[in-house]
Each structure stands twice: as structure tokens, then as C-alpha cells.
């Protein structure tokens, strides 16, 4: 399957942002995918993370409140909204999937990675 991330932009504080993640090749349904971020100097994070059929998700704490993943599996894309976004969210954002049911938090458990979309969050 391949990925494509999506969305990310420059944006002032306490703005929102929808990232979204394309997938083709094969159906996205078959993978559990996570939403990742990396900035600069920091080690690659998993924010958000979605089972096969949607029916469980994963946030985490930096980001619960804030941030929603979702998917549509009829669009073959999975979707990351982002509400009251901070300086400290700017980052490249990575979608990521892995060949099975569940999330993990592991970057190295996911098999296919999209190729990231900058967020920048400045005034």
C-alpha cells in the first residue's frame, strides 16, 4: 500500500488543521494506521492511532482533548483533525500503517509509511 499525507500548512496559534492520509495500491481497511510526528532534534512520536474498522482509537496525552483521528474506509483515507494548536505542535506529520487489527505505539511496528507534511504553528 502506499501512503499520502496531506494537509499540514503554517498556521497561527490556536488554529486548526486537518491532516489527511490517502491510501493506494490496496485497501486501507486492512491496516491499523497511526498518525506521527517528528521535529527536529526529537524522536519520532505516535499522536494518534486507529483500529482496522475504526471501532477503537488511540491519543496520546499531549495531544487528547485536541487532536481526533478517524478513518473512512470508503475513501481509503484516514483523517487527523487538529483544534488549538501550539508552537510546540509544529513538526513533520507522518501517517503510518501497520498490517494488523490493533495500534501500537512503536514506529518500527508499522510497515508503511507516508512521505510526512510539514505543520508549522507560529505567529
Known sequence: VQLQASGGGVVQPGASLRLSCAASGRPLSS?????FRQAPGKERELLAGITRSGGSTYHA????????????????????QMNSL??????????????ATYVST??????????????????
Do not use: E, H
Open 86 to 99: 501550539k508552537p510546540d505542535d509544529s513538526a513533520v506529520y507522518y501517517c503510518a500503517a501497520r498490517s
Open 61 to 80: 496525552d499531549s495531544v487528547k482533548g485536541r487532536f481526533t483521528i478517524s478513518r473512512d474506509n470508503a475513501q481509503n483515507t484516514v483523517y487527523l
Open 106 to 123: 512503536k514506529s518500527f511496528d508499522y510497515d508503511y509509511w507516508g512521505q510526512g507534511t510539514l505543520v508549522t504553528v507560529s505567529s
Open 31 to 35: 491496516y491499523a494506521v497511526g498518525w
